[in-house]
């Protein structure tokens, strides 16, 4: 059982560059997150997906898309990479249960990325 | 302005002394409160929960208040070890399973 599994760890690319980060997560849950995390921001939500085949804008979107592949799997695509988006990426996924108390985030180990 | 607000921005304290972070938040209609911890290069794993009901929860070293007449949330760290060195993030579940952040305490044990 390994969780929230996140690829690359790390990644460099120039301006104008595309790249997508890879998430998988093997707790069957329903749903999952993008987070960037920047000093003195804290975690900010980019997109999220509620349930298989559905997807929405979170507080920052600008300049990303997403795909939820499958259950397990959420994708987060940056089409032309801009210095802005220098960021530490987490993916994160959560179990929803109406009423219940225990869900939780668990999130995977995040992906460094530089844009120069 | 951010909807959940946590103080001390950060801290440094000696290994074996006590030492209290605080969460205040503004958001409604209140559902629970989650302290998570983030070592350096991790993702963040959660401590503890604090439901409407719930006034003190212990993890350990780690004990939670909460009271939600004032909307205040603190993590009380008992004994610090090095290892409690970590960023300390409050996450509020509000509304329709929506989630506020705050920004993080960022807590240094120094022997």
């Known amino acids: 059982n390994a969780g929230v599994t996140q690829t690359p760890k790390f990644q460099v690319l120039k301006t104008g560059q595309s790249m997508t980060l890879q998430c998988a997560q093997d707790?069957?849950?329903?749903?999952m997150y993008w987070y960037r995390q920047d000093p003195g921001m804290g975690l900010r939500l980019i997109y999220y997906?509620?349930?298989?085949?559905?997807?929405d804008k979170g507080e920052v979107p600008n300049g990303y898309n997403v795909s939820r592949l499958n259950k397990r799997e959420f994708s987060l695509r940056l089409e032309s990479a801009a210095p802005s988006q220098t960021s530490v990426y987490f993916c994160?996924?959560?179990?929803?249960?109406?009423?219940?108390?225990?869900?939780?985030?668990?999130f995977g180990s995040g992906t460094q990325l530089s844009v120069l | 302005k951010n909807q959940v607000e946590q103080s001390p921005q950060s801290l440094i304290i000696l290994e074996g002394k006590n030492c209290t972070l605080q969460?205040?938040?503004?958001?409604?209609?209140?559902?629970?409160l989650r302290w998570y911890k983030q070592d350096t290069g991790r993702g963040p794993v959660s401590l503890t929960i604090?439901?409407?009901?719930?006034n003190t929860k212990s993890n350990g070293r780690y004990t939670a208040t909460l009271d939600a007449d004032t909307k205040q949330s603190s993590l009380h760290i008992t004994a610090s070890q090095l290892s409690d060195s970590a960023s300390y993030i409050c996450?509020?579940?509000?509304?329709?399973?929506?989630?506020?952040f705050g920004k993080g305490n960022q807590v240094v044990v120094i022997p």
């Open positions: 707790m069957n849950h329903n749903s």
């Open positions: 969460c205040n938040y503004t958001v409604s209609p209140f559902s629970n």
């Open positions: 997906s509620a349930s298989e085949g559905t997807t």
């Open positions: 994160a996924s959560r179990v929803r249960f109406r009423g219940r108390q225990d869900e939780k985030l668990f």
């Open positions: 604090m439901t409407f009901s719930e």
């Open positions: 996450v509020v579940s509000y509304g329709n399973n929506r989630l506020a």
